[in-house]
């Protein structure tokens, strides 16, 4: 069956550090994949799309890798900040055409 | 402001009261969904329409309806909402292709008694 699993579902870290959260994923051919954060009752928002032919994608501190080989996107926040605490949600295109799945995301707690 | 609007966003009701939730986007969007979202299952998807008067299930659309009669309203229908029906909704919307992300509505909680 298809399946999206986001590593784990809290990921602890110190101020000032890089935070990497994994997103894999099993019988899906994505043609790209999405990170949202989202906080505590409100919706998820969009941060990054990287798409099947690109390795690497950036947004200010903000970096996304995407390995179709691994299946495997990893997305990582650097200089890390209390305000960085969230839950980041990866998402995927089942069909080209924008009929995206969620994984259950990973809650990011940074600790000043 | 580019946004998707829900309504209500708070709703307690009792087992077989139907209810409508309400969604509008003002962006000119082709894609409209439906999401609920729940502890350590994330969010799924109800039903998602391609534009209008074009509507498909999701994962989990037992029990729920919806209808696309313009391009900017996609309503949620429960005819007779049970307690496994409680959850946290979100309406979402993008262009079909080009828009590079969903954007979310600020969501409806749910609770049905």
């Known amino acids: 069956s298809q399946k999206i699993e986001q590593n784990s579902e809290a990921l602890n870290i110190q101020e000032g550090k890089t935070a990497t959260l994994t997103c894999n994923y099993t019988n899906y051919s994505p043609a790209y994949l999405q990170w949202y954060r989202q906080d505590p009752g409100r919706g998820p928002v969009f941060l990054l799309l990287?798409?099947?032919?690109?390795k690497e994608k950036r947004k200010e501190r903000l970096k996304v890798t995407f390995d179709t080989t691994l299946k495997q996107s990893l997305f990582h926040i650097t200089a890390s900040q209390p305000a960085d605490s969230a839950t980041y949600l990866c998402?995927?295109?089942?069909?080209?055409?924008?009929?995206?799945?969620f994984g259950a995301g990973t809650r990011l707690t940074v600790k000043p | 402001e580019a946004q998707v609007t829900q309504n209500p966003r708070y709703l307690i009701t009792v087992t077989g009261k139907k209810l409508t939730v309400t969604c509008s986007q003002n962006?000119?969007?082709?894609?409209m969904s439906w999401y609920r979202q729940d502890p350590g299952l994330g969010l799924r998807q109800i039903y998602y329409?391609?534009?209008?008067?074009?509507?498909d299930k999701g994962d989990v659309p037992e029990g729920y309806k919806v209808s696309r009669k313009e391009k900017r309203n996609f309503p949620l229908i429960l005819e007779s909402p049970s307690p496994n029906q409680t959850s946290l909704y979100f309406c979402?919307?993008?262009?079909?292709?080009?828009?590079?992300?969903?954007?979310f509505g600020s969501g409806t909680r749910l609770t049905v008694v």
């Open positions: 962006m000119n969007h082709e894609y």
């Open positions: 990287i798409r099947e032919n690109e």
């Open positions: 979402a919307s993008s262009q079909i292709l080009g828009q590079p992300g969903y954007t």
């Open positions: 329409s391609m534009n209008v008067e074009v509507t």
């Open positions: 998402a995927l295109d089942l069909d080209n055409n924008n009929d995206m799945r």
